[in-house]
C-alpha cells in the first residue's frame, strides 16, 4: 500500500515505530500533490520545500509527529495566506494562528497547504470560490460538494493525510458525502473558534475530515479543548476514542421519518436504510421516530446564519480588514467599491438577506421567529434523544453534482436539509460512507447524538464501517 493511501492511524504507528521518516512522508504528500492536484484543485496555497524542512526537524516522540495536513482556507495559520477564497482577503496575511492548527502542530503535524472553498463558506459546492474550482476526485466532472471542498477532495484523492473543514450548516459533512470520506461536526465549543474566520459564530464549529471513523476520533482529540480566547470553548469532555471497539448492542437508534421522506434520492434512502439494517444485525435496535420541526430548520437556519454573516462580515470593508477598492472619491464610497470588488455574487446575496432580517420592522417577522423555531427543533432533538441514543439520516438529497448543475440558489440551499438541524441545535454530527449509487458516486450517512456524544458517534461509525467494508471504490488519478 502506498504511503498516501494510509489510513493516519496506520501512518502514526509507522512512524512510531520508525518503519517510515517524517521527511519520507512528506515526500510522498508532495509527489502525490504534484501528480494529481492538476485535476483535483484542491488548495489555494502549498507549503512544498517549507513542509520537507519542517519534516527534516521533525524528531520528538508526538502523537501526530510526522503527519502533513491540509487545512482549509478559512483557517488562520501565522505567516500564511488566509483568503477565505475571496478577492476581499487575496492577500491577507495571518497575525496569528487558530487554536485548533496549534494544537495539531504542537503534537506535530506538518502544514502542506490551505484548501479550497466557497468564499467565506457560505455555499455547497465550492464553486463559490473566487479562485477556481475544485473537481470531485471520484469523477473530475462533479463538484466535491462545500463549503470544505478543498479539503475533502484533498483527502478523498490522497493529498493530505487528513484535512481541516468548517462547519456552519453542513460543510465538513456534506463534501465528506459527496467525496467517500469521514467528516465530524462536534458538539459546539469542543473545539475553539480563535483564528477561524467567523461566517456565522453561533452555529459553527472547526472539524477533522479523514479517511476512516478512528482516524477522525483521533484528530478531534489532538484539536479539541477549552481556549481561554474562545469564551464559547468547553473543557475536553472525555477521550473521544474511547468506545472503539465496543459494540453497539443494544443501542437505540432513531430513523426520522421525516428525513427519509419524499425529497431523498431513492438510491441514498437505500442505502441508509440498508445500514440501519446492518446496525440491526449488529444488534442495536432501530426505530422509526418523528421529528416534526425538522423541515422548519432550514428556512431558519438561513436567517440566523445570513444576520450573522451580515454582520460579521462588516469588518472587511476595506479599513479595519480586505483590499480596498483603487479609486474612490469620498468615505463612503471607498466602502461601497472595496465592498462591491471584493465580494462575490453568493456573499452579497447573503449579506443582504441578514441586513433586511435585522433590520428595524423586519426583525420581529424573520429574525427572532428564527430564533424561535431554533428553541422547537432544539426540543424535537431533546425529546428524540429521550426515546433513542442517536438518529441515523441521509447527509445530502443528491450524490455529487456536476460541475455546473446547481445554478438556482434556493434549490442548493434545499441541499443542506439534514445538515443544518445539527448546527442549529449544537449537537455532534458524523458523515461517513455507507454505498455508492449506480454512477459509483459515494453516498454518505449521518449520525447525530446529544451534545457530547462524540465517543459514542464514533464507536457506532466504526462498527458500521467495519461490517460495511470498503464502500466508496478506488480514486482513480
Ligand atoms: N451550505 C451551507 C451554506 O451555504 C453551509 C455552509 C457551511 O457549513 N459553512 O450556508
Redesign the pocket.
Known sequence: MSITSMTLTALCDALKRKELTPLEVVRSYLDRIHQVEGHIGAYISLEGENALLKAEESMDRLPLQGIPVAVKDNICIENRRMTCASRMLEHFVAPYSATAWQRLERAGCILLGKTN??E?????TTE?SAFHETHNPHDLTRVPG???GGSAAAVAAGEAAFALG???????R?PAAHCGVVGM?PTYGTVSRYGLTA??SS??QIGPITRTVADNALALSVMAGCDPRDGTSVAHPGHFSAQLGMDVKGLRIGLPKEMLAGDVAPEIRTAVLEAAKTLEALGAAVVEISMPTVKTALPA??II??AEASSNLARFDGVRYGSRAADYADLDEMYVKSRTEGFGE?VKR?ILLGTYALSAGYYDAYYKRALQVRTLVIRDFRQAFTQVDCLLSPVTPQTAPKLGELADPVQ??Q??LY??TA?IAGIPALSMPCGRDEKGLPIGLQLMGPAFSEPLLYRIGHALEAALGPVTGEVHL
Open positions: 472553498m466557497d467565506f463558506g457560505m455555499g455547497s463559490h462545500g463549503s470544505s468548517s462547519d456552519t450548516g453542513g460543510s465538513i456534506q461536526k461566517f456565522a452555529l459553527e437556519y438561513y446564519s445570513s453568493e447573503r442548493t440551499y441541499g443542506d445538515t443544518v448546527n
